[in-house]
């Protein structure tokens, strides 16, 4: 994590003309240059229970909080001020959003391996495999993969990429676009989300996934080989993405 | 190729799977892991691979979202419980559900529609009489 000094003097000049513009392109060059630091923290993490991906996400998103909450004229470090912030966004994330169901470790365990069994099985067979295949290649119950399918929505889902309603204008997480899942097919979802600001509120992989998976009808296999996740990966996403377009949509219902 | 290889349970040659389940919880969120696990059980006893497990219980998750009604209503307006029923036929699952609602049916968004269209076969929800029904049913593939 060592930064030569240039580039400290470059990470500082741009924080002190982001404090100063407030230019949102360049509030995203930043973050991206400190990916680094946001993954590290977020591997310091792992082993709980919760997948490496999703803590990368909420690592992102407290880098970004940090960036956005910086002041420079304070004269701190950039990574001084941004490591609590990123990690203090983490110990919320297990606090409030984590397993909020108690979901026995060996049911965690179970859900996290599954992610390679049913990507390893898709690929064997050329199709999604059933239940009972998954169950004898993981050499467990069936029930036990009905429980571990189960925990990956044992998250509370609410607020995840709170700064999003915080702060409407901001539009898409800009953090989660930084996770290297480019695609051609962006732009154009871009294009038919405008037609749904709801959708728009999400960040543009779960925007991507929504699409692929609802409009334009592939399935969670097809769309995980597309993007490069696991299968578990966009399930959890999909479902934590459908639980938040509705918290949205009942606070859009809502008077006032 | 492989997909063809595979032992007969796979793929729902289950004599006990074709009886109705039926399953009433409290109109909460916290029991829709119950209506989702008994769903996904079900259909896996059907030979449902893993895509069509993950619809049918997301399916059922937006459709129970109905029977929960907002989250403003006073306590004495919330429905008490849900009822459902679970019905399995040679390749197929149908589920309805049911609540009391003393307020307006909700109207399923757009969205709504277009995530169950992706979903499942066939998705209705009906109000009659401050009761509030959905009813969905999942082909399987092959």
């Known amino acids: ?256 | 190729m492989a997909g063809e290889n595979q032992e007969p349970n796979d793929r729902g040659e289950d004599p006990a799977a074709n009886g109705d389940v039926r399953l009433s919880v409290p109109a909460a969120p916290e029991y829709l892991r119950l209506v989702r696990l008994t769903a996904a059980g079900l259909a896996s006893r059907l030979g449902f691979t893993f895509d069509e497990v993950e619809d049918l219980r997301i399916a059922v998750d937006e459709l129970c979202f109905h029977l929960l009604g907002d989250g403003d209503d006073t306590p004495s307006d919330r429905p008490r419980t849900m009822d459902l029923t679970y019905a399995a036929g040679a390749d197929y699952i149908s589920i309805t559900g049911s609540t009391g609602m003393s307020g307006a049916v909700p109207e399923p968004s757009e969205l709504s529609e277009q995530i169950l269209d992706a979903l499942v076969d066939e998705h209705e929800v009906t109000g009659n009489g401050g009761v509030v029904t959905f009813r969905l049913k999942k082909q399987r593939e092959s």
Request: aromatic content about 6%; hydrophobic content about 40%.
């Open chain 1, 1 to 256: 994590m060592a930064f030569e000094a240039t580039d400290r003097h470059e990470l500082r000049s741009k924080l002190e003309e982001y404090a100063a513009t407030g230019d949102k392109a360049l509030r995203d060059e930043i973050v991206g240059s400190q990916v680094g630091l946001a993954e590290y923290l977020a591997r310091r993490f792992k082993n709980r229970g919760e997948p490496i991906e999703d803590l990368i996400q909420v690592a992102l998103l407290g880098l970004l909080k940090a960036v956005e909450r910086f002041d420079p004229s304070r004269g701190l470090e950039f990574s001084t001020f941004a490591t609590p912030t990123i990690v203090g966004e983490l110990k919320r994330h297990f606090r409030d959003k984590g397993w909020a169901v108690r979901v026995p470790r060996r049911v965690q365990e179970l859900h996290l391996r599954m992610g390679t069994v049913v990507n390893t099985l898709s690929q064997e067979l050329g199709r999604s495999p059933t239940i009972p295949e998954i169950a004898r290649r993981a050499e467990v119950s069936v029930d036990e993969v009905l429980e571990a399918m189960e925990a990956g929505r044992a998250y509370r889902f609410s607020s995840i990429d709170a700064p999003a309603t915080e702060d409407e204008d901001r539009g898409p997480n800009p953090a989660t676009a930084q996770l290297g899942e480019d695609d051609t097919g962006l732009e154009e979802v871009e294009q038919r989300m405008l037609l749904s600001p709801l959708i728009a509120s999400l960040p543009k992989r779960e925007q991507m996934i929504i699409h692929l998976r609802f409009f334009r009808g592939m399935t969670q296999s097809e769309i995980a080989s597309r993007l490069g996740i696991s299968q578990m990966h966009v399930s959890r996403l999909l479902a934590r993405s459908l639980a938040q377009l509705r918290d949205r949509a009942g606070a859009e219902a809502a008077p006032g």
